[in-house]
């Protein structure tokens, strides 16, 4: 349990990087799984972008590329609930300080999955707490959220079979779930 909960700059000498700065109202972060980016994901960035531009709709679309944080089969999906965590409170902080987003898509990819349900937990804590805090809690959070899992890696570490099953979506409005069979 020590091992696990070591700090990712602790092990892999950096913390976890930003996105690039953005000013839409609208972003689809993907998350792509163990083995990183590859033409797939390239493409499914590449299609989402190609069909945004043909409905003339201006969304940040990245694939973010958390391969330098991953570390071992043991560690990976809790690496990547932390890196998850971090890229939803920097969306939060965009939200407040930049440019209030009105549609959150994340997709996750196999273990990017913890990524992807982290990522969308952390920015709802922030943005709904902020809110309470303004006395608006009437209004839920202004923000659509979409998770999008493709093939997830579902078990955290070796005593959490059925995580994913469990915990995946729960703070998403809207969460959709593909296996390929």
């Known amino acids: ?13 950096s913390n976890v990087a930003p996105l690039p700065s953005f000013r839409s109202d609208s972003a689809v972060i993907i998350f ?9 994901t390239d ?7 190609k069909s945004d531009q043909d ?3 201006k969304r940040f679309v990245t694939v973010y590329d958390w391969s330098k944080w991953r570390g071992e089969t043991l560690r990976a999906a809790y690496n990547s609930k932390v890196v998850g965590k971090t890229i939803g409170r920097q969306l939060a902080y965009q939200h407040q300080q930049v440019t ?3 549609e ?10 913890f990524a992807a349900d982290s990522c969308i937990n952390e920015y709802q804590r922030i943005v709904g707490s902020s809110m309470e805090e303004e006395g608006k809690k009437e209004k839920q ?4 959220t979409r998770l999008t899992l493709l093939d997830p ?3 955290l570490g070796v005593f959490g079979a059925g995580y994913g099953k469990k915990y995946f979506g729960r703070t998403s409005d809207y969460c959709e779930h593909f296996v390929n069979t």
């Open 55 to 57: 409905r003339n709709e």
């Open 104 to 113: 959150l898509h994340v997709i996750g990819i196999s273990v990017g999955a």
């Open 153 to 155: 890696f579902t078990s």
């Open 1 to 13: 349990q020590t091992y696990i909960n070591l700090p990712l700059s602790f092990l892999y000498g």
């Open 32 to 40: 792509p799984g163990f083995g990183g980016t590859d033409e797939n």
């Open 100 to 102: 209030p987003l009105k």
């Open 141 to 144: 959070n202004p923000t659509k």
């Open 43 to 49: 493409r499914l960035q590449k299609e989402i972008q």
